[in-house]
Structure formats: C-alpha cells, structure tokens
C-alpha cells in the first residue's frame, strides 16, 4: 500500500497574506528554538517517557489473537470515552465511511446517555457481539457504567455467546481487577502512552484489527511519517513546521485552531485532533481552540463567520485526491456542472475556499493526500502526534497531562455520592 502526503504551507507566507504571516527567512532564524523543541522530544524519547512513539516497534502480531476472537462475532462494540475511543472511531471511519455496512458491525458507547446505550442494545444481538471495553486508568466512570449495564443486561437475560466476548484494554485501576477475576481477553495500555496519543497502541489496534482494518499498513504509514520527522532541516518536517506555524500564530492572536476536511471520511478525524490539540495544550492560560467544519457542507453554515468574523483563526485544509467512488453530473439542463465528477466540485469548493480565505489575509495550511488509505492515514494521525509534543515544548507546556479534566472528575464523583448538591438561586423557571 502506498500513498503521498503533501503539507503546503504557501498561504502561512507574508507574500500571500501580508504582515500577519511569517516569512520563509524567519522560519529559518528560528532553526535553535525548533531544534531545541525537537530536541527535548527526542530527549523525552529516550528516557522513555514517550510512548506513542514507542509502540511503533511493538509486534503486531499480538492482535492476531483477538482477531481470530472476532471472527465468530457479527457486532462489535467499543465502550470508551475520549483518548480511548477518539482514535478508533476516526481510523475506522477514515477507512470504511460511517454508513456501518461492513461486517462486522460496529457501535461506540462513548457517553453515558441511557438512550445511545437502549438503541445500541436494539440494533445488535449481544451473543454475536464481541465488546471492547477500554479505559487507561481503568476507573472512567461512563466507560465503568456501561460495561455493568451491558454485563446486568446479558446475565439477566442468560445471553451466553459460543465464545467469551470481552475484551478489556487498560492499564489498571477496576476494570484491570474485572479482567483478571472474570478472566477476560486483555490488552495492556502502556503507563507511558497517553490516552490520546494512544491509538497506534492496543487502544485502537486490537479493536481496528478486529474491523477489518489493515494495521500493518497504518503503522507502516506512522513508521514512515516517524523517519521523515527525523530531520533536523524543518522545511522537510512536516510535523515541526506545522507546530511552529501554529505557535506563530498563537502569538499574533490566531487562537482558534480550524480543521477543515473536504471528505466526510476525515470527519472523525478531525474530532479525534480535537481532542489531542484541546488537552494537550491548553494549560496555564494557553491554547489554540481546535474547532472542526467539513467542507463543502460548513461553508454554507460557517464560512461567513470565518471570512468576516473576528480574526483569531488559524485553517488547515485536508484534501484527497483520489475518491473510492465517483460520479458524474450528467443533465440536458444548462449547467456548469455539466461533464465534471462530484470529486471535481469538492475540490473545487475546497480551493475556492482557500483563495478566498487566503486573499482575506487568513493563515491557512494544506494536507493532501493521494488517496485515503491505512498508509496515508497513518502518516496523518502521527504527524499530528508528533507536531502536539512538538507544540509542547514550543510553549513550555506539559503536553501529556489533564489537570483541570482531572479535577472536574473528582466534582462529578462528589455530586453522585451526593456531597455536592445542585442549588440555584438565579433562573427562569417556565411551566
Ligand atoms: O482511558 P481512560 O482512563 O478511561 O480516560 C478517558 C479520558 O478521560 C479523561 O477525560 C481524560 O481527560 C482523557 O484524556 C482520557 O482520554
């Protein structure tokens, strides 16, 4: 499996956009400060602290197992929240789409809406459903609520698959203590991979594996995207070049981060950059707000906003070339349309977009991809991985830690156990 990834950073230049744009020689006179970022990683690496990057060498082979498991099953859900769904959800859709047409089926308990959980039990049959729970800490609450509700729900009703149908990923905590008493099938999170730099782990590979996506190629393609980020000449590293437009652009007030992919099967992907972007970085009174539209469909919602609104954004466009289906607009009417292929008029609204938004004198960058596939995609998810630590070091940040999420945790626990109470004395109350 092959594929290109381009990364076009023309309209970032003062050329394109005038002064609020950087210039390729001040790109360059920053070379010690990118290096030392990039040193620090490569130091962070080496004392082990850097998982993500580790598990690029880990032997698949381990998913060979689970794999073999799923064959039996027609279902699989995932139960996850955040760093341990995000990423799965988005390899997924970025291979098959999200139309759930595939066998085996697929369905993520990411929340703990009782409704999503009553009509995920009425459109799978749990005796042919093999089901992932997932969870770092071992402890997320949504993540413990569903699996009990599901695991009630089975014993109740003496709902016995021909194989055992848990699996739990995680690295401690409860749900680590229920693998080991119920003797589930068990993957380990890694303490050094972060749950959302998690998903070239067994977070996302085992269940991946299981849905029929070609790991080995998504690895090879995050291996590959890995070597070329080696370099220390940021104008062949993707990844460095990417965070340092973006923390050049934080500086001159650009704090908002917009993902926009021309392809609906990116759409996740963008949610899972949210995510990695969000936590990551923004500590201390810092971070860019990564908002995500899909184009064409936001212009026609967003793009006012965008073009005439505050000027606080930052845009990447991800584009494909290649499309797994196509269609032709064929019409007897007088149309413009007429003899092009849809792909053509998605591409074309993405550029249009991008001359406008540019002639705005709005920064923007461009990822293209030949075509989207596990190798490109791969490419995709762990430059990303790669510019977030980067980022880090850029502001001083501790990328890898959550500490207001952490917080906010604690309260929710509080408010069950009934220690906190919901009290208001200012509303409008209407009956
Ligand atoms: O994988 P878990 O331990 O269940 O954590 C799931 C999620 O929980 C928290 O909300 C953290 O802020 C996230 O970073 C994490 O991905």
Not at 35 to 45: D, F, G, I, P, R
Not at 131 to 143: L, P, Q, R
Not at 209 to 227: R, S, T
Not at 391 to 410: M, T, Y
Request: charged residues 25%; contains cysteine; proline residues 3%.
């Amino acid at each position: 499996m092959k594929g290109i990834y381009k990364f076009n950073f023309d309209n970032v230049l003062k050329d394109k956009i005038g002064e609020t744009g950087i210039s390729v020689d001040e790109i360059d006179e920053l070379r010690d400060f990118t290096n030392l970022a990039k040193a620090n990683v490569t130091k962070k690496y080496e004392k082990g602290d850097l998982g993500f990057i580790e598990v690029l060498n880990e032997d698949l082979e381990i998913y060979e197992e689970v794999k073999e498991l799923s064959k039996e099953f027609d279902y699989i859900i995932i139960i996850g929240i955040g760093g341990s769904i995000l990423g799965s959800k988005a390899i997924h859709q970025g291979i098959y789409g999200s139309s759930n047409t595939y066998h085996p089926k697929v369905f993520y308990l990411d929340n703990s809406d009782p409704e999503k959980i009553y009509e995920t039990l009425k459109a799978v049959k749990l005796e042919k459903t093999l089901i992932f729970v997932i969870s770092k800490s071992g402890n997320t609450v949504e993540t413990l609520a569903n699996y009990f509700v599901i695991k009630k729900h089975m014993d109740k009703n003496n709902i016995t698959p021909a194989k055992p149908n848990f699996v739990a990923i995680t690295g401690g905590g409860l749900l680590q203590k229920i693998a080991d008493k119920e003797g589930y099938m068990c993957y380990k999170v890694p303490e050094n991979v972060g749950g959302r730099f998690s998903v070239l782990s067994a977070v996302g590979l085992a269940p991946l594996a299981c849905l029929n996506v070609d790991i080995h190629n998504l690895v090879k393609g995050a291996k590959k995207m890995n070597d070329i980020c080696q370099t220390d000449n940021i104008f062949r590293n993707p990844a460095l070049l990417n965070s340092l437009i973006h923390y050049k652009m934080d500086n001159t007030g650009k704090k908002i981060s917009l993902m926009m992919p021309y392809i609906g099967r990116l759409h996740q992907f963008g949610m899972w950059y949210r995510q990695l972007w969000a936590e990551s970085l923004g500590k201390d009174g810092n971070g860019q707000t990564p908002v995500i539209a899909l184009g064409a469909t936001d212009q026609h919602s967003q793009l006012q906003l965008y073009m005439d609104g505050p000027e606080d954004k930052i845009m990447t466009f991800l584009k494909v070339n290649t499309f797994k289906q196509d269609y032709s607009i064929e019409t007897d009417y007088d149309s413009d349309l007429k003899g092009h292929k849809l792909s053509e008029l998605i591409n074309s609204e993405q550029l249009g977009t991008e001359k406008s938004i540019t002639e705005k004198g709005i920064p923007n960058v461009k990822i293209t991809l030949s075509e989207l596939n596990e190798y490109t995609l791969g490419m995709l998810t762990y430059a990303y991985e790669l510019q977030t630590a980067y980022s880090g070091e850029l502001f001083c940040i501790n990328a890898f830690n959550q500490p207001a999420v952490e917080h906010a945790k604690k309260l929710s626990h509080a408010v069950l156990k009934g220690s906190i109470k919901e009290k208001s004395y200012n509303e409008i109350k209407i009956e």
